[in-house]
């Protein structure tokens, strides 16, 4: 059997290696890393929203003005089984900037429980 005949055309895959930021050592000294779903704020357009496990029940959320973000990573895409995927990402956000924490609960009295 001839070898070109065993040859095929190889398909292109949709993976990408890992690149570290060009100065990743003094990014991490001056800089922290933040992962999660990234989401329009929803009235302030200077800010960003990222979710931090956007399929979890008891999920919290960070709030960062854009102006403090100095590197973004894309993350693998999360899906759920019916094929609904959320875009992940890693955000370094300069130290010492603002930033706010939420976490929305549900007001309930927990002794009726």
């Excluded at 070109?4 to 895959?13: P, R, S, V, W």
């Excluded at 008891?58 to 854009?66: D, G, K, Q, R």
Aim: glycine share 4%; aromatic share 14%; with cysteine.
């Amino acid at each position: 059997m001839k070898i070109t005949n065993i040859l095929q055309k190889a398909e292109k895959f949709e993976i990408q290696t890992y690149k570290k930021p060009g100065d990743y050592a003094n990014l991490t000294k001056s800089h922290i890393s933040f992962s999660g779903s990234p989401q329009k704020h929803p009235y302030d357009s200077e800010k960003i929203i990222l979710v931090s496990d956007p399929y979890c029940a008891n999920t919290f959320y960070f709030e960062f003005y854009t102006r403090d973000i100095y590197y973004v990573e894309e993350l693998p895409s999360m899906v759920t089984i019916e094929g609904e995927s959320i875009t992940m990402a890693r955000i370094w956000v300069k130290k010492q900037s603002l930033g706010v924490r939420c976490t929305p609960f549900r007001v309930e009295d927990t002794r009726n429980i």
